[in-house]
């Protein structure tokens, strides 16, 4: 005997199948506008790569709300989610060069590792910035209606 919550129904799966048409949407239209930044970059060779016009682009739609954020968000949310995804080529072409890993690995590996330790201590350094400029203002903001 089957529960009613083990069951969806008809509501649960249009609802399913709305978001998968919704992030499938979002995604080709993000896939496009990277399209025709790449084909944009590649006529005007420009040293700069289509991905970052494209992003450029985006966030200036984004800016002058001609496109809701509302609009990308599920589509720019699942791409995001599969990230690791994108890197399986990189994964791949690496196997290639085995040679070099046996003779430099080490020093490929402590390249990562630095880089990685680099990073985060400069997010966690920014974040504490942020945090306390954000207490600052709001003492001020107390200050101010005291």
Known sequence: MSTPLSMPNAAQSAGALARVGRIAVQSALLAGLWFVADAFARATHLPVPGGVIGLAALLALL????????????????????MLLFFIPAAVAAVQYGGLFRADGWRLALVVIC???IVMFAVAFAVEQAARFERH???RRAQARA
């Open 115 to 117: 880089g990685t330790l």
């Open 137 to 139: 203002l709001a003492r």
């Open 63 to 82: 800016f002058s709300g001609k496109v809701a954020p509302r609009w990308v968000k599920a589509g720019a949310d699942w791409l995001l989610s599969d």
